[in-house]
Nanobody, 127 residues
């Protein structure tokens, strides 16, 4: 059974950094696509960044380009999200997601293309 476990969330001030981790079990990350999504209170869940390692593809939402970096350690079956220059608008619950097979690059931002989800980790950025 597939399990995704996020960690690394917390509270920081504007301009700070955090690194989120998503450890996958029962799942081979390198053969599929994985992503980070976030959901703030009263808002839709939105795609933040995705990675398809075998295809060498990375996707970033415009709001995080240049600040966030997604990566994957295939040996550890773990995905990371390095978040720098954090802003209050980055405050949200962050979720790890994993696909069941290939996801076309144009669809990586869409949460309906991911079959598996973690429980989430909270990120709070204060001004």
């Amino acid at each position: 059974r597939v399990q995704l476990v996020e960690s690394g969330g917390g509270s920081v001030q504007t301009g700070g950094s955090l690194r989120l981790s998503c450890a996958a079990s029962g799942y081979t990350a390198s053969n599929n696509c994985m992503g980070w999504f976030r959901q703030a209170p009263g808002k839709e869940r939105e795609g933040v960044a995705s990675i398809c390692t075998r295809a060498g593809i990375r996707y970033y939402a415009d709001s995080v380009k240049g600040r966030f970096t997604i990566s994957q350690d295939n040996a550890k079956n773990t995905m990371y999200l390095q978040m720098n220059s954090l802003k209050p608008e980055d405050t949200a619950m962050y979720y790890c997601a994993a696909s069941m097979g290939w996801v076309p690059p144009s669809n990586l931002r869409n949460r309906f293309n991911y079959a598996y989800w973690g429980q989430g980790t909270q990120v709070s950025v204060s001004s």
